[in-house]
């Protein structure tokens, strides 16, 4: 069965080094989910955070890999009852004045703000678990869509230890 894994991969913030790790990921045949790359607290270090499919065995591979690269300084997979996950949503939604009180309602439901109004559109950012956005999404489905962004995950251990590599 091929699991959803988050990996954390902490780099030298050096020119190139997300192509580098990205590209690793590609010559092994192992498809990115989602990525997404960040500043931390120290300015010589980005923090990458990279969602993939597979197994027990991919996963210890694609960690195994990761780590081998001059710029890693640390690889882990988090440990999804002991971390938080969290994606921003902007979407892009059709509305006239039929639909724009039943669409406030979907927002004030899930949390969402609505960031931009005009006469015939919306724009409405959300932040949550990728199961929350994945919910919204599909709610609002059923009205028209005129443009969806999505971040990807960034995810962070709970407790106040810093993660350390595997």
Not at 21 to 43: H, M
Not at 105 to 134: N, Q, R, W
Not at 156 to 165: L, P, Q, S, T, V
């Amino acid at each position: 069965m091929q699991d959803k894994h988050v990996i954390t991969v902490k780099v030298k913030n050096n020119a190139g080094v997300l192509a580098r790790v990205a590209s690793l990921f590609g010559r092994r045949g192992y498809n990115i989910e989602s990525l997404t790359v960040s500043a931390t607290d120290d300015p010589s270090i980005s923090r990458m955070t990279v969602v993939v499919k597979g197994d027990e065995d991919i996963l210890a591979q694609i960690i195994h890999q990761t780590a081998k690269l001059e710029e890693s300084l640390a690889v882990y997979a988090l440990d999804p009852a002991r971390s938080l996950y969290r994606e921003l949503l902007l979407i892009k939604l059709s509305c006239g004045d039929a639909t724009r009180a039943p669409l406030r309602e979907i927002c004030d439901i899930y949390g969402a703000k609505i960031i931009d109004l005009s006469a015939s559109a919306m724009v409405v950012e959300l932040t949550g678990t990728p199961h929350k956005i994945d919910a919204f999404i599909e709610i609002l489905s059923q009205y028209p869509i005129l443009e969806m962004c999505r971040t990807g995950a960034t995810a962070m251990e709970r407790g106040d230890h810093k993660a350390n590599a595997q």
